[in-house]
């Protein structure tokens, strides 16, 4: 193994300029396609509901065929990512996803407490690898994605439901799409307003000087046993 | 993440309750613009099946042909011109999406059929859209059962070129898709062969109930 390995998620140790691998290869592919695909269903979902777009695009039966097979494609990325070997890294951050702290919950008062007005600057406890908006996040996004999956099929696949369920997955479909760009919108300018979190996404790596203002906590995990 | 999966399948199993009270609420405080954009102000979603909404040429006709004794080529103003039927009727999406309360104004199709003399071995109606690609098709008894109208008017106007203007049929009970768009010609024929939508999957049983209504309309 030579200095630069980076087959972990974290190797401080042995990090050249102080840097700290915060995704490895396979969670920005993942990453990265699905963000295609999601592109892709926002444009076509776009194209099948709203009548000026409709009047540019037309073709129905092509948009909605591209829709459905970018949404059933949609949990491909992220069931390869995390099968096997390379999956390690993407399945230990789930992990981290799943895992609540005492620090996240003082993190979330602080939120609520700034926003109020009770508190002029927000606390920084010690949080872990994410943060709870990126758990939060995280919930919503695989919650939501199964819903919508659920609800498309349904869509698609209707003959043999009765004509209110359609009804309910349409409005759920619709809706939840809605929530979606909006959280969506909201993912992307949070990156762009943490230009290092957002090369991160491209490079992998982030300074140790990042991850100690805002992941104090995941430096001092115990590094990833090979 | 097991919370939003549940609510996902209560909306699933409710929303339709939800969905109507949610383009009550809309209505209610006049909100066009935004009703417009959000889903649940119970709106057509317009579909075209073609590069876009076709534009209806300027010597527009509706042509009553096939096994007729007088073939019809009839302008706008023909049509207008025969005894027009008003209905408001809910336009039902197979989909599930539904426009509640919409007003037809337009003439009987049996009683179009009567006009240019159906021969009697004609028993079904294909219909074919100036877009070039839509089709769709009714049997006579069909037509009668539920007294489809081709239309003009909709929604207090004359129809627009997204909702299929300047002609289009419009079929009570039956879903969405019948009412084919952009009407252009009208065909007696000897059976009802599959339209457009019936072709990509939609069911060829079209009554939304599942059945034609008990009572026949007169």
């Known amino acids: 193994m030579s200095a630069t390995q980076v087959s972990t998620d974290r190797a401080p140790e042995s990090s050249s300029r102080g840097l700290v691998l915060r995704f490895d290869g396979v969670e920005r592919a993942v990453h990265w396609l699905n963000a295609s695909l999601f592109l892709i269903l926002v444009g076509t979902g776009a194209a099948l509901y709203f009548t000026p777009l409709i009047a540019l695009v037309g073709r129905r039966r092509l948009v909605e065929e591209i829709h459905l097979y970018a949404g059933l494609a949609l949990p491909l990325p992220v069931l390869l990512g995390l099968a096997g070997r390379w999956g390690r890294a993407l399945r230990r951050d789930i992990g981290r996803f799943n895992r609540w702290s005492e620090a996240d919950l003082e993190w979330l008062h602080g939120l609520v407490d700034t926003a109020s007005g009770r508190r002029r600057s927000a606390v920084r406890p010690a949080l872990g690898k994410f943060n709870p908006g990126q758990k939060l996040n995280a919930a919503f996004v695989a919650g939501g994605g199964l819903v919508m999956l659920g609800t498309g099929s349904l869509l698609r696949w209707y003959e043999p439901f009765p004509l209110s369920w359609r009804a309910g997955a349409t409005f759920v479909h619709n809706w939840l799409a809605v929530l979606f760009v909006l959280v969506i919108v909201g993912h992307i300018s949070l990156a762009l307003a943490d230009r290092e979190a957002l090369r991160s996404m491209f490079g992998g790596r982030v300074s140790r000087g990042w991850a100690a203002r805002h992941a104090p906590a995941w430096l001092e995990e115990p590094a990833d046993r090979p | ?218």
């Open chain 2, 1 to 218: 993440m097991l919370s939003v999966l549940g609510l996902g399948a209560l909306g699933t199993l409710f929303g339709s309750h939800v969905q109507a009270g949610i383009s009550g609420l809309l209505n209610s405080v006049h909100a066009n613009g935004l009703a417009s954009v959000l889903p649940g102000g119970g709106q057509f979603t317009i579909y075209t099946v073609t590069n876009g909404y076709p534009a209806a040429p300027a010597d527009y006709r509706l042509r009553v042909g096939g096994l007729v004794e007088r073939p019809l080529s009839l302008s706008l103003g023909d049509l207008q011109s025969l005894p027009a039927t008003h209905l408001t009727r809910d336009f039902q999406c197979v989909t599930g999406w539904v426009v509640s309360g919409v007003h037809w104004v337009g003439v009987r199709l049996s009683d179009l059929a009567d006009h240019a003399g159906v021969q009697p071995s004609a028993r079904a109606f294909r219909f074919t859209s100036f877009d070039g690609v839509y089709t769709e098709s009714l049997t006579l008894e069909q037509a009668r059962q539920t007294g489809a109208i081709v239309a003009y008017s909709m929604l207090g106007a004359p129809i627009t070129r997204e909702h299929g203007g300047p002609v289009r049929l419009y079929v009570p009970d039956m879903f969405g898709y019948k009412a084919i768009k952009w009407l252009s010609g009208i065909e007696l024929v000897t059976q009802a062969p599959p339209g457009y939508w019936e072709q990509n999957g939609y069911p060829v049983n079209a009554w939304i109930s599942g059945q034609p209504p008990a009572a026949p309309k007169v």
